[in-house]
Nanobody, 124 residues
């Protein structure tokens, strides 16, 4: 079993930055692809970014490409999401997820473990 705990969310003005962290426990996630997803009020959860087990491959939703950066520190069993140039439409609950394969995927059904999420609110 893998437990994932997100942190780093909060309230920020448009144009600001936040760095989310996802700390894993229970087992090492070095062989797992990791993803970030978000869900805004009244909307379905959507893919944000994903990273391979090695960290060499990353994928982003078009809406965040060039503004968000996903990274990982396997020694710390932690994945990060650096969010810059935030917009009000980025407001959502952000959740990290682990896939028991090293290759990332944009589909949430491919992920076996999920964190509780952290709220990100961007004011205009």
């Amino acid at each position: 079993q893998v437990k994932l705990v997100e942190s780093g969310g909060g309230l920020v003005q448009a144009g600001g930055s936040l760095r989310l962290s996802c700390a894993a426990s229970g087992r090492t996630i070095s062989g797992y692809a990791m993803g970030w997803f978000r869900q805004a009020p009244g909307k379905e959860r959507e893919f944000v970014a994903a990273i391979s087990g090695s960290g060499r491959s990353t994928y982003y939703a078009d809406s965040v490409k060039g503004r968000f950066t996903i990274s990982r520190d396997n020694a710390k069993n932690t994945v990060y999401l650096q969010m810059n140039s935030l917009k009000p439409e980025d407001t959502a609950v952000y959740s990290c997820a682990a896939r028991t394969l090293t290759i990332p995927n944009m589909r949430e059904l491919e992920y076996s473990y999920w964190g509780q999420g952290t709220q990100v609110t961007v004011s205009s």
